[in-house]
């Protein structure tokens, strides 16, 4: 059975920095891409980073570009989204996702909101 979950969301303050994990199971992790989504209050989904299988290609939405780093680590089945100069307008639900035989699958997200 495919699984995704996510954790490391929280409170923090403008400037802060997260790291979110996404842990992986019940597929070959290492064969596919990985991505980020977030969906705040009233908007629709929107996808902030996205990494291929190896690692050796990421892509960022343009709101997220120098602040935001995904990774991944295969041996541990798990993705990484590291935020760094966090902004007000980056509070959101934070999904992590992919896309599998045809199949979209997602976690439960976690919750990040930035706020004094």
């Known amino acids: 059975q495919v699984q995704v979950v996510e954790s490391g969301g929280g409170l923090v303050q403008p400037g802060g920095s997260l790291r979110l994990s996404c842990a992986a199971s019940?597929?070959?992790?290492?064969?596919?891409?990985m991505s980020w989504y977030r969906q705040a209050p009233g908007k629709e989904r929107e996808l902030v980073a996205g990494?291929?299988?190896?690692?050796?290609?990421?892509n960022y939405a343009d709101s997220v570009k120098g602040r935001f780093t995904i990774s991944r680590d295969n041996g541990k089945n798990t993705v990484y989204l590291q935020m760094n100069s966090l902004k007000p307008e980056d509070t959101a639900v934070y999904y992590c996702?992919?896309?599998?035989?045809?199949?979209?699958?997602w976690g439960q997200g976690t919750q990040v909101t930035v706020s004094s």
């Open positions: 996702s992919l896309s599998l035989l045809g199949n979209v699958y």
């Open positions: 019940g597929f070959s992790f290492s064969i596919y891409r």
């Open positions: 990494i291929t299988s190896g690692g050796g290609t990421r």
